[in-house]
């Protein structure tokens, strides 16, 4: 048997089961043994395999523990983990109990990512539920100077599938939490299908379209009149006028683009397709009062979770995933960090 500090030899009577005639090992529901791993040395193999690819995680423990156990070993451990962990996530108590704890404002950020599988790169849609406490007010000329306190914590949930089922996910993931409608802030980029669901699945929530994807949107317009070397002097005294006066602000910088008759030729339709996006995301464009308040304008925990979780660990050469492993997977990357790590390897060795 392989323990965390290495093989050891396990002698213990067997017997046969009347019903199946297979052989059965009576002691070992007592003794914690459900295959070859002991818990703390699966917990391990699957710390190794989170954090490189498996081939990897193979070499490391190896070099670092002397264990002789394959890349395909540890692959399999760490899929039957996630899957484990994310069917008994109803009974841990650990996030709930910190939410309910938690002051502050809750958020939900929302997103997607991708993730290569056998047939072709598909959507891996990210959810990220945290608790955080209000900054300092800030300013549309001075936000990003401003020092944005972390979450307290945060819940993470992450599946390919459609985004009608996903929403599905998601409440299921509030109503655990203990996390209210009326007391969220939805953030997220521009794609439909986050709205479509924040409408149907959290009503009564405030909505904010990520200010980086909203600047970014306005700077294709500058673009489109200025050209590329021109735009970001352009952004930097455009950008307070989206955020500090929303739609109002984004309609007086595009009138300004098209006051110069060439600028406005080069403008063309660039700035309809500019006015219809922002036009479509109005109730969405409130950044001036978040920001007096001290709140999140930008959607940076979905986005740094898939990065980080998605993109650095996922996204290897050669990597293919099936997309019943891809969600179940990254729960499990994020799992490491928060309590329900050590409570689901807690019930696993009971």
């Not at 070992?28 to 989170?50: E, F, H, Q």
């Not at 999140?296 to 898939?306: D, F």
Request: net charge neutral; hydrophobic share 40%.
């Amino acid at each position: 048997m392989l323990t965390a500090i290495g093989a050891v030899d396990l002698d213990r009577s067997h017997g046969y089961c009347k019903g199946c005639e297979q052989p059965q090992f009576a002691a070992d529901r007592l003794l914690g043994i459900n295959g070859w791993l002991t818990p703390r040395a699966r917990a391990m193999a699957d710390r190794a395999g989170i954090a490189d690819p498996f081939r990897q995680a193979e070499v490391m423990l190896r070099e670092l523990a002397g264990w002789s156990i394959d890349a395909e070993t540890i692959r399999r451990y760490c899929h039957e983990d996630a899957a484990s962990a994310r069917k008994c996530r109803a009974e841990h108590q650990g996030l709930p109990e910190r939410f309910a704890a938690a002051s502050g404002e809750r958020e939900l950020h929302i997103d997607a990512g991708k993730v290569n599988t056998r047939g072709g790169f598909r959507d891996v849609k990210v959810a990220v539920f945290a608790c955080r406490e209000r900054g300092k007010p800030a300013t549309s000329e001075d936000y990003k100077q401003r020092g944005l306190p972390k979450p307290s914590v945060r819940s993470v949930i992450a599946e390919v599938e459609e985004a009608h089922e996903f929403g599905q996910r998601c409440t299921a993931e509030a109503e655990r939490l203990g996390v209210k409608a009326d007391e969220l802030s939805v953030l997220g980029d521009g794609a439909e299908w986050i709205w479509n669901l924040v409408d149907e699945r959290f009503v009564g929530a405030a909505q904010l379209l990520d200010v980086y994807h909203g600047c970014e949107k306005m700077a294709k317009a500058g673009r489109a009149a200025l050209g590329e070397e021109a735009v970001k002097p352009w952004l930097d005294g455009a950008r307070p006028k989206l955020i500090g006066d929303g739609y109002c602000g984004v309609c007086e910088v595009i009138a300004g683009l098209s006051a110069d008759a060439e600028m406005c030729g080069r403008l063309g339709a660039t700035a309809a397709e500019v006015l219809n996006y922002f036009c479509g995301h109005q109730d969405r464009l409130g950044y001036a009062v978040r920001l007096r308040r001290g709140q999140a304008i930008g959607s940076g925990l979905v986005e740094g979770t898939i990065k980080q979780r998605v993109n650095l660990r996922m996204k290897r050469s050669g990597a293919r995933w099936l997309p019943e492993h891809a969600g179940p997977f990254v729960e499990l990357l994020v799992l490491i960090d928060g309590p329900e790590w050590a409570e689901y390897w807690a019930a696993l060795a009971a």
